[in-house]
Antibody
Framework: QVHLQESGPGLVKPSETLSLSCSFS????????WTWIRKPPGKGLEWIGS???????KYNPSLKGRVTISIDSSKNQFSLKLNSVTTADTAVYYC??????????WGQGTLVTVSS | SYELTQPPSVSVSPGQTVRITCSGD??????AYWYQQKAGQAPVVVIY???ERPSGIPERFSGSSSGTTVTLTISGVQAEDEADYYC??????????FGGGTRLTVL
């Protein structure tokens, strides 16, 4: 059983950088791709990207260029940075463990609102 | 780029059977997964590898696959099944794909 917990600011100004962290426990770091997913209000789930414990990353092409996901294995944490945010980036952001095929454990989610 | 297409909404009376479809060109080559998301909660996988049901998921949930379409079937729907349902797969470049989601309303 993997436990994940998101943390970070709930309000970000337009054009600034959204930064979130996810702390995880209970699983082997090398067993998963550690992943960020978001759900904008009234819309569906969107995969943002994933990072492996080696630092290898994979991003959603629709966000590529604005997103960076990194991992700190010593702290069992991984992070999301999304640049140049707009109101369209307002969403509940989830961190999750990805087996390479599906997501078996999820954090509870954190709402990030982009507003001036 | 590949997409997964779901109906936006379905409705069913308690005790009836409902089928939710997910269509996409990648599905003949990649396995599909179904998630249930209730309001204010994180998604939970209810079907994996097209047809497998995780432990703890009621037997009324089942999955099937045919060509470019996978289907989630809920037999004997209960009020507690009211939720959003998402299919998920991946494409040949390992990009994760989600369907747009289907809102299940239990009348």
């Amino acid at each position: 059983q993997v436990h994940l917990q998101e943390s970070g600011p709930g309000l970000v100004k337009p054009s600034e950088t959204l930064s979130l962290s996810c702390s995880f426990s209970g699983g082997s770091i090398s067993s998963y791709y550690w992943t960020w997913i978001r759900k904008p209000p009234g819309k569906g789930l969107e995969w943002i990207g994933s990072v492996y414990y080696t630092g290898t990353t994979k991003y959603n092409p629709s966000l590529k260029g604005r997103v960076t996901i990194s991992i700190d294995s010593s702290k069992n944490q991984f992070s999301l940075k999304l640049n140049s945010v707009t109101t369209a980036d307002t969403a509940v952001y989830y961190c999750a463990s990805y087996t390479g095929r599906f997501f078996d454990f999820w954090g509870q989610g954190t709402l990030v609102t982009v507003s001036s | 780029s590949y997409e997964l297409t779901q109906p936006p909404s379905v409705s069913v009376s308690p005790g009836q059977t409902v089928r939710i479809t997910c269509s996409g060109d990648t599905l003949p080559n990649e396995l599909a997964y179904w998630y249930q998301q209730k309001a204010g909660q994180a998604p939970v996988v209810v079907i994996y590898k097209d047809t497998e049901r995780p432990s703890g998921i009621p037997e009324r949930f089942s999955g099937s696959s045919s060509g470019t379409t996978v289907t989630l079937t809920i037999s004997g729907v209960q009020a507690e099944d009211e939720a959003d349902y998402y299919c998920q797969s991946r494409d040949s470049s390992d990009t994760v794909l989600f369907g747009g989601g289907t809102r299940l309303t239990v009348l």
